[in-house]
């Protein structure tokens, strides 16, 4: 007896080590009053391939982190306004930063003044000069490491999907972007139909292959730019930004299609599923929230259920 290979388990798999071949490089923040040292540190990491930023007014941090959101911060302990230490107390006060590396720099090497510092909400210490080669393998190990966190933290590992917490993060920054630069966008919610049946006849991990199978064909059928998401169970929303309510309806109207061809196997016996869908347009100019956005796709998908099911509803 031979169990049959999981095909869109080891896709999702496949894809995630791609992922992960192909990370994007490293962006670094360097916050430092000594301007010459601190373009010596930026050319260093460039020629490593990472994206380095200076930023010489502290003051201006948060307003950085929001627009940028850099992978790590390597952090001067003294300057002239504001102490490193500080600066990373009031970082940390965000829940969003709280796992973003901070790195100090310092001319410090008095182990206790050390220690004081790191008492402070940083994760490491690098005493001034600090040799090339260290900066940059600190710097690089550091970021896959707090990458990797923010996986497990953020993506579902039954679909690779972004978890709950972590789409309802996403609607509020595309709607953000899409509000900023005066942009059509627009949020699907999904839910498939009679899923506890499927459930009931073929069992919960029966239930999972049709799950993760959703995932699968959501990646092949929507665009690179969409952001995916498992809001639940066996819920998804999916964001479409640069995109109409039109071009939604058409894309997920193909997915639909597509969903329903798909033919899973039980014990010899074959079946399929089917999916309802709501979309939700936002209209630049709009005071529609994202709150309200998500609130919106929901109804047009309990409208899709209501009119009979597998089908899509603006
Ligand atoms: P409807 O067409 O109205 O959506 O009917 P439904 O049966 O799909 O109803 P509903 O969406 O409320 O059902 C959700 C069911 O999904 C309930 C729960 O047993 C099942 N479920 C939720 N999460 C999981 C999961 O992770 N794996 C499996 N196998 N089942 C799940
Ligand atoms: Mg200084
Ligand atoms: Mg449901
Ligand atoms: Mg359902």
């Known amino acids: 007896f031979v169990k049959p290979l999981d095909i869109p388990r080891l896709i999702t798999r496949l894809e995630q080590v791609t992922a992960r071949l192909h990370a994007p490089p490293e962006r670094v923040l360097i916050i430092d009053d000594d301007e010459l040292l601190a373009r010596y540190y930026q050319q260093l990491m460039i020629n490593a391939n990472m994206q380095v930023d200076i930023l010489h007014e502290p003051d201006r941090v948060i307003d950085y982190l929001l627009q940028n959101s850099p992978d790590i911060i390597l952090m001067d302990l003294q300057m002239p306004d504001i102490e490193g230490q500080t600066l990373a107390a009031v970082i940390r006060q965000y829940d969003q930063w709280v796992g973003l590396p901070i790195i100090y720099l310092s001319a410090e090497d008095d182990p206790d003044h050390q220690a004081t510092a790191l008492n402070h909400g940083a994760d490491d210490f690098l005493v001034k000069p600090v040799p090339d080669q260290h900066l940059i393998s600190a710097v690089k190990h550091k970021v896959s490491r707090s990458r990797q966190l923010l996986e497990l933290m953020t993506k579902d590992s039954l679909t690779g999907l972004?978890?709950?917490?972590?789409?309802?993060e996403s609607i509020r920054r595309e709607w953000g972007i899409a509000?900023?630069?005066?942009?059509?966008?627009?949020?699907?919610m999904l839910d498939?139909?009679?899923f506890k049946q499927v459930n009931d006849r073929f069992g919960h991990a029966i239930g999972d292959e049709v799950i993760a199978s959703v995932a699968t064909l959501l990646r092949k059928r929507l665009r690179n730019t969409d952001v995916l998401g498992r809001y639940g169970g066996e819920e998804f929303v999916v964001l479409m930004n640069n995109c109409d309510a039109v071009e939604a309806k058409k894309i997920l109207e193909n997915f639909r299609q597509r969903f329903q061809e798909l033919v899973f196997t039980s014990e010899e016996k074959q079946f399929s599923a089917t999916i309802s869908i709501g979309i939700a347009e936002y209209q630049p100019g709009s005071d529609m929230d994202a709150d309200a956005l998500l609130i919106n796709a929901d109804k047009a998908m309990y409208t899709a259920k209501e009119t009979g099911r597998n089908r899509v509803i603006v």
């Not at 509000?179 to 699907?188: G, H, L, N, P």
């Open 162 to 168: 972004l978890k709950h917490a972590a789409i309802k």
């Open 179 to 188: 509000k900023r630069k005066s942009e059509i966008f627009c949020v699907a």
């Open 192 to 194: 498939i139909d009679h």
